[in-house]
């Protein structure tokens, strides 16, 4: 099907267009990223909130909480949620919609599953392509479900306008191992399964840290115990989410987060060609007799061979 | 890039054995592919709802309580209404030859019974995607 139709009948607010559109861009493939380019500015900018945190903090199980929250407050939501890939197979399995009751009792939700791909950031590389087609489809929130993530997995924060870190009861010293990490990309901090023994003891250590770690100026993030099976705190969660999201939009700060992830964007599409491109030219350095030469002098002779041309041939076999 | 094979299985009906339909999740995921698995208890509604919103190239459905010929015609028909009848729906449980030629015949995907092996259903939907998708 033509781009044009496709978008036309995304614009129609049809479900399984926006379906198949998501693929092509999922995939990378020439028409979905002609789709982007074309329909970019038909994008309205919607409100990302990340999740983050390790694997088996109940990730899935508050996102499904929030679905009811923000289903009824929002003409339309989305959810985007990352498993990871094998790095073995390639497979992967996507389990997230097992703990999402509540998607099916609302026709304003769309929810995507999305494999992470050999991508290390806790995301796939596609993501942003994903949310950029649910922009251009109109919607009003989107919450992007990280893979469960240990310390350093942190494009979340560079690709959404707000991060809640869920962490458990028991995460107490490993908190100690992610200060530098995902400790420091919270603006929201989530003490979940607080029904069990040390949620109190836990969440005041997060904000002892987190008031190191603070400076003047900055927003002391919120830290809220929250039992999302019990149903407990949720609506607390609600309230800070869009108490900051008004206090971020009024400081500019959404703005200030926009124009950075959009420089990023473009570095990691540019990195991308590069790459390519340097792999073509490897593939005639590893046939080169002179076991001797160094890894550096092999990569200023790549650097002279790459020219224009090569890239743009790369970028039209995409 | 290499196009992944996406596949959601799924459990209806109301008997509580997944045991299958996990082990055949774990089998398509191990042999490189996609894997949606949303549990059990799944309604057809739900089932095609989630086909469509992730974009699946195939639906399996495990029926071991008896219900195949009611849950297998049902997602057909959900499927064509939504003019999605371009995935593939296959499946797997205890379901007699008879009844699995019928489902057949309307437009059902191959049916593996008990001793199928994880191979065989893996190759199946590998062929079904080079004829079908590529």
């Known amino acids: 099907m033509h781009i044009e139709n496709l978008f036309q009948k995304l614009k129609e607010k049809d479900r399984v267009t926006l379906a198949k559109i998501i693929t092509l861009v999922d995939n990378e493939t020439p028409e979905g990223i002609e789709f982007l380019k074309r329909y970019y500015k038909e994008r309205k900018e919607s409100f990302r909130v990340g999740i983050t945190g390790p694997p088996g903090v109940g990730k899935s199980t508050l996102v499904n909480k929030l679905v009811e929250r923000f289903a009824r407050k929002y003409n339309h939501l989305s959810i985007l949620a990352v498993d990871p890939s094998s790095p073995f197979t390639g497979g992967a399995i996507l389990g997230d919609r097992l703990r999402m009751e509540n998607l099916y009792r609302f026709d304003n939700v769309y929810m995507r599953s999305v494999a992470s791909r050999g991508s290390l950031g806790g995301l796939s590389s596609s993501t942003e392509n994903i949310l950029q087609v649910l922009e251009i489809f109109g919607t009003d929130l989107i919450l992007v479900e990280t893979v469960g993530v240990g310390q350093s997995e942190l494009d979340v924060m560079e690709i959404t306008d707000l991060v809640i870190v869920v962490l458990v009861p028991e995460s107490g010293d490993s908190i100690q191992a992610m200060k530098a990490g995902i400790m420091e990309i919270g603006d929201i901090f989530i003490v979940n399964k607080s029904d069990r023994d040390g949620a109190e003891k836990t969440s005041e250590y997060i904000k002892s840290i987190l008031q190191m770690k603070t400076k003047d100026k900055e927003i002391l993030p919120p830290v809220i115990n929250v039992s999302a099976k019990d149903d407990q705190n949720i609506d607390k969660l609600v309230e800070e989410i869009e108490n900051l999201k008004k206090t971020f939009i009024e400081n500019g700060i959404i703005e200030r987060k926009r124009k950075i992830r959009k420089n990023k964007e473009v570095r990691d599409i540019l990195r991308d060609m590069f790459i390519k491109s340097i792999d073509r030219e490897l593939k005639i350095i590893e046939n080169t007799k002179d076991k001797d030469i160094s890894p550096y002098e092999i990569s200023e002779k790549i650097f002279k061979k790459i020219d224009l041309k090569s890239l743009e041939d790369i970028w039209k076999e995409k | ?134």
Request: hydrophobic share 40%; proline share 4%.
């Open chain 2, 1 to 134: 890039m290499e196009r992944k094979i996406k596949v959601l299985v799924a459990k209806p009906g109301l008997d509580g054995h997944d045991r299958g339909a996990k082990v055949i999740a774990s089998a398509l995921s191990d042999a490189g592919m996609e894997v949606i698995y949303t549990g059990l208890h799944q309604t057809p509604e739900k089932i095609v709802k989630t086909a469509i919103d992730e974009d699946v190239d195939a639906v399996g459905l495990s029926i071991l309580s008896g219900a195949h010929m009611t849950i297998f015609p049902k997602v057909l028909k959900l499927l064509k209404e939504n003019k999605r009848d371009d995935i593939l729906l296959f499946g797997g449980g205890i379901i007699p030859k008879e009844d699995m030629e019928e489902l057949e015949k309307m437009g059902v995907g191959k049916l593996f019974g008990p001793g199928s092996q994880t191979k065989e259903v893996i190759e199946y939907l590998k062929d079904w995607f080079e004829k079908n998708r590529k």
